[in-house]
């Protein structure tokens, strides 16, 4: 189980490295990255006290795997969830029959309307599996989970890539591929 203290720290890298480096006065490079000791120089001035070694647990030990380093561990990205436009260098696979998107019963109108939205990030989360679709729509409230016929997408041309901590990703899920598959 990770610490509370981890958790602190992981949740302000989760937004230096997906939205806002310049909390911290750095700039992700074209795919994401950023200096480790300029991390950790920057996390230090805002009175979080690490180190390497600290970072590397925080990274080994994330539930989800959010972030990895380059081969040195001189940089870190964020594996998914940015807001910032960045080149994951993820290439279109062909994706499961069925995704799954959990979110809350107060967007469900709109999603009915409008289709499942990007938002503030770069891509439309999705997951594999009910179980994490239940995780990341409590998240928001009241749950319902919707499921995608990305299999039929897929076909009919609109691109899936897979994260390397294996979240699935596209641009935008219209209204016709997706049924409401439970609430609560
Ligand atoms: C909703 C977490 C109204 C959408 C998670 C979602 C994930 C609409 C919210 C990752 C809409 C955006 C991403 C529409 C979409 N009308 N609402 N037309 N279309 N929405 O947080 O997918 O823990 O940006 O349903 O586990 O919830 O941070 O996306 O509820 O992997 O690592 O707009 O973030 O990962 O919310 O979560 P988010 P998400 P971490």
């Not at 950023?34 to 390497?52: C, E, H, M, Q």
């Amino acid at each position: 189980m990770i610490s509370n203290e981890d958790m602190r720290i992981s949740k302000f890298i989760s937004l230096i490295l997906r939205h806002k480096p310049e909390e911290i006065g750095l700039t992700l490079d074209e795919y994401g990255y950023i200096s480790t000791s300029d991390l950790i120089k920057g996390l230090n001035k805002k009175g979080y006290k690490v180190t390497i070694s600290d970072i590397e647990r925080i990274v080994a030990e994330d539930g989800k795997q959010r972030y990895s380093f380059n081969n040195d561990k001189t940089k870190i990205k964020a594996n998914q969830g940015h807001s910032i436009k960045v080149n994951l260098e993820l290439q279109a696979i062909k994706p499961p029959k069925v995704l799954y998107h959990g979110t809350a019963t107060r967007f469900m109108d709109s999603i009915c309307r409008e289709g499942i939205k990007k938002q503030n990030r770069q891509y439309v989360h999705l997951s594999a599996d009910i179980e994490t679709a239940t995780k990341v729509g409590k998240r928001h409230g009241e749950l319902v989970i919707f499921k995608i016929n990305s299999e039929q997408m897929n076909k009919d041309g609109y691109k899936f890539f897979l994260s390397e901590n294996k979240v699935w990703l596209t641009d935008y899920v219209p209204v016709k591929y997706f049924d409401i598959f439970r609430t609560n």
